[in-house]
């Protein structure tokens, strides 16, 4: 079977055990700031599992999209060093809530393994809890016998682990349960130990045996002092990762060996004119193989290359696939054209592949070329700090500075690692992992710290339920309370999604008033955040007025309406290949990101204002029903890049303009918007721009401030509107042919004060200094002075001090020769200087700059220049 078969297969057969088979969740996570990408099958039903979310269906199955690029999973550096780590898989599972338990958990899987698939019934072996005294739980031993009932698997072959192999939690506190592996053993070939004393076993260090399936059994709740409670219901949670599944069936030693890669390894091996085989042309194939996956499947979802969050993991992938295409001698962007050969393989399974594929690959080759130009850069950086390692003679490029070139510049470690090999040193690993769990650790806590914030998991029951659709205020019933936080049974507050804000407004009654401030979704909880203004705190079941602030509303609701109404503007506008990438819709602007990859002309805005601002005068009816997903699509309506949908979406629809899946709220009809004006437009990232937008009184200040500028303006330079831009544009003409003029003036003074410089050079051990402080307007300017004294002195050293502002500059220049025989450093030289001076600084050997707060020790410091040279000779 190939690889579209055998998941077929796998959904197939969970379907006709009565599953709802329920497609794969984006792999951006959809509310869960502790989350950078979906990194397993469970994550989507967290939830669930915690009591926020209310289950629809008892049994699920689904192959879900994951990425793991770090953490205890998954190391990004190893990923095409072995032949089984991945850093975009496919989680097979299937899901039990409250409903079927371990017998037809482990029977099915069994079926599945032996009568569907065919794998050999005496190769397969099962591990189960062996019991943990700490936990005071005991051995698994319902799980085994119900594996000798419901299976014929050999006795002999049904083995006990302890808490490390065969224990599943959540994390430090909530639903936890005993698990039951299945391995699989491939034969003695898979082993690659080479010990005399080696014994391949089960759960063993060697590719023998291999796990293919794990079958989570969640019956415990460990609360905060660590102890474990029996959960009233209890759950299963499978999971067999597809890769590893398709190897076996396909008797391959390698993932990469399987028809999941293979359209890919032929296309880099055309591209390349390389074989795939071992080696380091091999890691290269399997990084880019690997690699052009989790990029593809993260940008169809919504997921954009940047410099934070899981834009900045995005982006170390892409660059290391990059470096291992080096390795190929591929300089050029070629990444995006690996996308084709991807959708042709999986484009079927996942439709956004296909949906998207044009966009996909303009954001690789957008951030392939971005990354061609930093490169450049990283590699000056690296020369200078080889060159200070190579110095110090210990042969060890400092870890830290590893670290530097891959925070800043997005070198992978590898890439930094063949650099330093080719220099004779090796790179500081230890002091890089230190540099890098210390950055895990502060983006960790950040993350905690927000979902905590937000965490209500003692809330259980019925979810909130919103009606603010139809109305601004109702009574309704307290279901939790607690300093800063109530939940209602209904609410006209709208939970902040989609792009839209929470509303604000008041809860109340005879004995209290409390100021909501926002309005989240914590599960399916509708959370109310703000403080008590008055009164004595409500208690659960207060019947209490809740109110929201209908002018914040009625402002955010023309806002949301703009958006569609400048979606479907610029798709007629500029093409088909735009859609929405993110949107925030407040009560006093919007803005709307979207995906195009130039910037948008003078013209071309004035088109889109023009469009929208029609659709709105012609007061059109916006209007929205409730359809079942298909047929939602079917009629065209618009779905969000990265967005999960229920079965049952809300389609909103501007008539005859526009459809859109979306909840959020809307005007009854777009005359109520007003005036729209678009105030700025920029890029957010490669093949992402950015409009900012006013509707309404907002728009009417906006406009009215820009005539008062237009009108004192005009006043000013003593014309009419009409010739104001005329009469700037001849205004800065001047200006440029004035300052070209100083320039000159500027350059003639410039040598005059060189030669008089040059003229009280000192000799100091044979090495000419010059030395003085200057009168400069910026940085560059004492470069340009920097150039002048190099060349005007031939051989020798230059430092000159200016003072700008409330801060002092040096700049050092040494000349080639100096740098050969007598190994100066114009870093070395000008850091010491400004030392002097209460600064530091640094830069290359030939040139370069430092900074001090102490303005008054300008003159001691270039005292101390000859001294400090003299020390430097090497």
């Known amino acids: 079977m190939i690889a579209n078969e055998i998941r077929k297969s796998f959904l197939d057969f969970f379907k006709s055990k009565n599953h709802h088979i329920v497609p794969s969740a984006p792999v951006v996570p959809q509310d869960d700031p502790t989350l950078l990408f979906i990194n397993a099958g469970m994550n989507p ?27 205890k999973h998954n190391d990004l550096e190893q990923v095409g060093r072995d032949t089984y780590h991945h850093t975009f898989f496919e989680m097979l599972g299937n899901w039990s809530f409250g409903d079927y338990f371990k017998a037809e958990a482990i029977e099915w899987a069994w079926q599945l393994l032996t009568e569907t698939w065919k794998l050999p019934k005496e190769r397969l072996w099962a591990t189960i809890f062996a019991g943990d005294s700490k936990d005071k739980v005991p051995a698994d031993e319902e799980a085994a016998a119900e594996w000798l009932k419901r299976t014929d698997i050999a006795p002999e072959r049904i083995l006990q682990f302890g808490k490390k192999d065969n224990f599943w939690e959540m994390g430090d506190t909530g639903p936890c349960g005993p698990c039951s592996e299945i391995h699989f053993d491939r034969g003695p070939d898979y082993c690659d130990k080479t010990d005399s004393d080696h014994r391949c076993d089960v759960n063993g260090s060697c590719g023998r045996y291999i796990e293919l399936w794990n079958l989570v059994f969640i019956q415990y709740n460990r609360d905060e002092k660590n102890r474990l ?66 990029l593809a499947f993260a940008v169809a979802d919504g997921a954009i290359p940047g410099n934070e969050g899981r834009g900045y993991v995005l ?93 800043t510049y997005g070198f992978p470690l590898d890439l930094t690692q063949l650099m330093a090999q080719e220099k004779n040193l090796s790179v500081d690993v230890k002091a890089f992992e230190k540099e ?108 209490v007025l809740a109110k929201i602030d209908v002018d914040k509303r009625r402002a955010t609701e023309r806002n949301h309406t703009v958006t569609h109404l400048i979606h479907r503007a610029l798709r007629t506008l500029l093409g088909e290949h735009v859609h929405q990438a993110g949107s925030l819709v407040a009560p006093d602007y919007m803005r709307f990101d979207f995906t195009h990859f130039e910037k948008m002309s003078s013209e071309q805005i004035r088109k889109i204002e023009r469009m929208v601002n029609d659709t709105i005068l012609e007061n059109r009816m916006v209007s ?67 409009i900012e937008c006013l509707t309404g009184l907002a728009a009417l200040d906006y406009l009215s401030d820009k005539a008062r500028l237009v009108q004192d303006s005009s006043e000013l330079l003593g014309c009419s509107a009409a010739e104001l831009s005329q009469r700037i544009r001849k205004l800065y003409q001047e200006r440029k042919e004035l300052e070209g003029e100083l320039r000159k003036i500027k350059r003639v003074g410039s040598r005059d004060l060189v030669q008089d410089i040059l003229k009280t050079v000192t000799k100091i051990d044979g090495i000419n200094i010059a030395t003085a402080k200057v009168d400069v307007g910026s940085v560059d300017e004492l470069k340009q002075y920097g150039d002048l004294i190099r060349d005007g002195l031939k051989s020798g050293v230059g430092v000159l001090a200016a003072v700008l502002g409330d ?30 001076a209460g600064g530091s600084g640094g830069g290359s050997a030939h040139m370069a700059l430092a900074g001090a707060k102490d303005v008054d020790k300008v003159r001691d410091a270039l005292s101390h220049v000859a001294e400090i040279v003299r020390q430097s000779v090497r």
């Open 229 to 294: 409670h029996p959960l009233p219901a209890k759950h299963v949670d499978t999971g067999a990762g597809l890769e590893r599944v398709v190897a076996v069936l396909q008797n391959k030693k390698s993932n990469y060996d399987t028809d999941i890669f293979a359209p890919i390894i032929e296309e880099i091996a055309t591209m390349t004119g390389h074989g795939y085989k071992e080696g380091e042309i091999g890691v290269a194939f399997r990084v880019l193989c690997d690699h052009v996956r989790a």
């Open 45 to 71: 039903f967290k939830d669930i599992f915690l009591g926020n979310r209310q289950i629809q269906y008892p049994r699920i199955a689904d192959s879900q999209k994951c990425i793991r690029v770090s953490g």
């Open 436 to 543: 890098m769990a210390g950055q895990r650790e502060r983006s960790n806590r950040r993350r905690d710290a927000e979902y905590r914030a937000l965490d209500l998991t003692s809330i259980k029951g019925s979810s909130s339920k919103f009606v603010g659709y139809e109305r601004d205020e109702m009574h309704t019933t307290v279901l939790h309370y607690d300093a800063q936080r109530i939940i209602l049974k209904e609410t006209p507050f709208y939970a902040e999604s989609g792009g839209q804000v929470g509303d604000t407004g008041t809860i109340e009654n005879e004995h209290f008033k409390f100021k909501v401030d926002t309005t989240r979704y914590v599960g399916e909880h509708i959370v109310h955040f703000g403080k008590l203004a008055s009164g004595t705190p409500p208690k659960v079941n207060d019947r």
């Open 315 to 407: 982006r170390r992938i892409l660059r290391r696939a990059a470096r291992f295409g080096r390795v190929l001698s591929m300089h050029e962007p070629f990444i995006f054209k690996l996308v084709m050969p991807l959708v042709q393989s999986m484009g079927d399974a996942y439709p956004e592949l296909k949906i998207r594929r044009e966009y996909i690959e303009k954001v690789i080759r957008a951030e392939e070329e971005s990354f061609g130009r930093t490169l450049d850069r990283g590699i000056e950086i690296f020369e200078e700090k080889a060159q200070a390692a190579i110095a110090m003679g210990k042969g060890l490029f400092p870890g830290r500075d590893a670290f530097l070139l891959h925070d």
């Open 807 to 836: 801060k002092v500059n040096f700049i050092c220049v040494v000349t080639k020769d100096l740098i050969e025989t007598k190994k100066l450093q114009a870093g070395d030289i000008v850091k010491k200087v400004a030392g002097f």
């Open 624 to 690: 929205w029903q409730y359809l079942p997903l298909d047929k939602a699509k079917a009629l065209g309506a618009m779905a969000l890049f990265g967005e999960k949908y229920e079965e049952q979406v809300r389609v909103v629809e501007v008539e005859d303009f526009s459809r859109e899946l979306c909840g959020g709220t809307h005007v009854r009809q777009t005359g109520e918007i007003g005036p729209f004006v678009i105030i700025n437009e920029s890029a957010v990232a490669a093949g992402i721009r950015r």
